[in-house]
């Protein structure tokens, strides 16, 4: 259980254009999913708490035009990182909390394995 | 603000020795906490949460860690190191009292178990 998947895995795109990350809790629903990015050799870095059906939260320093979230259902949630440049490339985490008690009973959030975008 | 540090950038250990990767935090009130591992271009895989109860808690793949709450630390440990325990580690820390609250992540300590 408490399988999270992002989709896709890599992406390589040219600069200026729009790419979408979907991440989806596969056998548990999410109220609340966050949006974190790696830098190489670096700590995790939380852009935006995600709400079904609601606005998400960005963290500051974050610009919400550039990076759009959805959370339209319980079960997904995707991150579009719109005109795209190459100080966008970087490796991009979701991961999905199943909300008090956890629906597995480690009252944790779940992460999925990462996309890797590339910026050229 | 909940904060959490782990001192070290890097740790080496021989294998079948025994390994500790240190971490402190800071909450206001009782915390969360958490290790999480991450293997080279992966996500992150839980290792093991402190919530309440027993201040050793037991983990996935032998991990263990034990909740300090004087001196504010929750340090992972192994008795015996493997060399496919190399990978990056993480401590977490959320504030029990207010659970909506993010989970902030310390910046990681890089494992390497020498053969």
């Known amino acids: 259980g408490a399988v999270v998947s992002q989709h896709p895995s890599r992406v390589i795109c040219k600069s200026g254009t729009s790419v979408k990350i979907e991440c989806r809790s596969l056998d548990f629903q999410a109220t609340t999913m966050f949006w974190y990015r790696q830098f190489p050799k670096k700590s995790l870095m939380l852009m935006a708490t995600s709400n079904e059906g609601s606005k998400a939260t960005y963290e500051q320093g974050v610009e919400k035009d550039k990076f759009l979230i959805n959370h339209a259902s319980l079960t997904l949630s995707t991150l579009t990182v719109t005109s795209a440049h190459p100080e966008d490339s970087s490796f991009y985490i979701c991961?999905?909390?199943?909300?008090?008690?956890?629906?597995?009973?480690?009252?944790?959030?779940?992460f999925g394995p990462g996309t890797r975008l590339t910026v050229l | 603000a909940q904060s959490v540090a782990q001192p070290e950038d890097q740790v080496n250990v021989a294998e079948g020795n025994p390994l500790t990767v240190k971490c402190t935090y800071s909450v206001s009130g009782n915390p969360y906490l958490f290790w999480y591992v991450q293997y080279p271009n992966r996500g992150l895989q839980f290792l093991l949460k402190y919530i309440t109860g027993d201040n050793l808690v037991k983990g996935s793949y032998g991990f263990e860690a034990e909740f300090n709450k004087s001196q504010t630390s929750f340090h992972l440990k192994k008795p015996s190191a493997l060399v496919s325990d190399s990978a990056l580690y993480f401590c977490a820390v959320r504030d029990r009292m207010n659970r909506d609250d993010k989970i902030i992540f310390g910046k990681g300590t890089r494992l390497h178990i020498l053969p």
């Open positions: 991961s999905a909390d199943p909300g008090v008690g956890g629906a597995f009973g480690t009252d944790t959030q779940y």
